[in-house]
């Protein structure tokens, strides 16, 4: 069974740094693209990030410069650094597995979703 | 950025009954490939969204047939042939042409 978990959300004051992690079983990691979606409290979906399985990396505008992505193949983990936050990067962060394997940095369709982790920027 | 817009913003939908859902882009998503690169992902109250549609018209693992995709270029539709009320939720669109893939605002279903 395919299972995403986030974790490192929080409360954290603006300008600030927040690492979020997404740990992953029950498919090939290896092989497989993951990408950062967050959805602000009663809004809609926004992508964030991704990266592929051979570490191609992209990005938002509105994160970019500030965000990065990596992943940690020996750990099953993908990490989101984000640093400079603004009250607007306040959300749940879901993290997703990119249909298909071995695709290029790109868009993709994302098919495994984990429950999320709240991140809240605040003074 | 590919900017994607969803019509109605609200569905109140009869079980039984069928339903459609409408997504629109400002650019044709059509790839040279000949697949439209558009997905369709529902949120149920509560939990995270899942992967219904994809390339338009291909169903994702474990999702019911009477969910279906059409449309090319730059309108597409979502159907459900018969609702259900674990249909409830919001559905959103999303294209997969560009980087940064972006999504439709969301049409937030609901039974009568």
């Known amino acids: 069974e395919v299972q995403l978990v986030e974790s490192g959300g929080g409360l954290v004051q603006p300008g600030r740094s927040l690492r979020l992690s997404c740990a992953a079983s029950?498919?090939?990691?290896?092989?497989?693209?993951i990408h950062w979606v967050r959805q602000p409290p009663g809004k809609g979906l926004e992508w964030v990030s991704g990266?592929?399985?051979?570490?191609?990396?992209a990005y938002a505008g509105s994160v970019e410069g500030r965000f990065t992505i990596s992943r940690d193949n020996a750990e099953n983990s993908v990490h989101l650094q984000m640093n400079s936050l603004r009250s607007e990067d306040t959300a749940l962060y879901y993290c997703?597995?990119?249909?298909?394997?071995?695709?290029?940095?790109?868009?993709?369709?994302?098919?495994?979703w984990g429950q999320g982790t709240l991140v809240t920027v605040s003074s | 950025d590919i900017v994607m817009s969803q019509s109605p913003l609200y569905l109140p939908v009869t079980p039984g009954e069928p339903a459609s859902i409408s997504c629109r882009s400002n650019?044709?998503?059509?790839?040279?490939?000949?697949?439209?690169?558009l997905d369709w992902y529902l949120q149920r109250p509560g939990q995270s969204p899942q992967l219904l549609i994809y390339?338009?018209?291909y169903r994702a693992f474990g999702v019911p047939d009477r969910f279906s995709g059409s449309g090319s270029g730059t309108d597409f539709t979502l159907k459900i042939s018969r609702v259900e009320a674990e249909d409830v939720g919001i559905y959103y669109c999303?294209?997969?042409?560009?980087?940064?893939?972006?999504f439709g605002g969301g049409t937030k279903v609901e039974i009568k």
């Open positions: 997703a597995k990119g249909r298909g394997r071995r695709r290029l940095v790109g868009p993709i369709s994302l098919d495994y």
């Open positions: 029950g498919f090939t990691f290896d092989d497989y693209a």
């Open positions: 650019q044709s998503l059509l790839h040279t490939n000949e697949y439209n690169y």
């Open positions: 999303m294209q997969t042409l560009q980087t940064p893939q972006t």
């Open positions: 990266i592929s399985w051979n570490n191609g990396t």
């Open positions: 390339w338009n018209s």
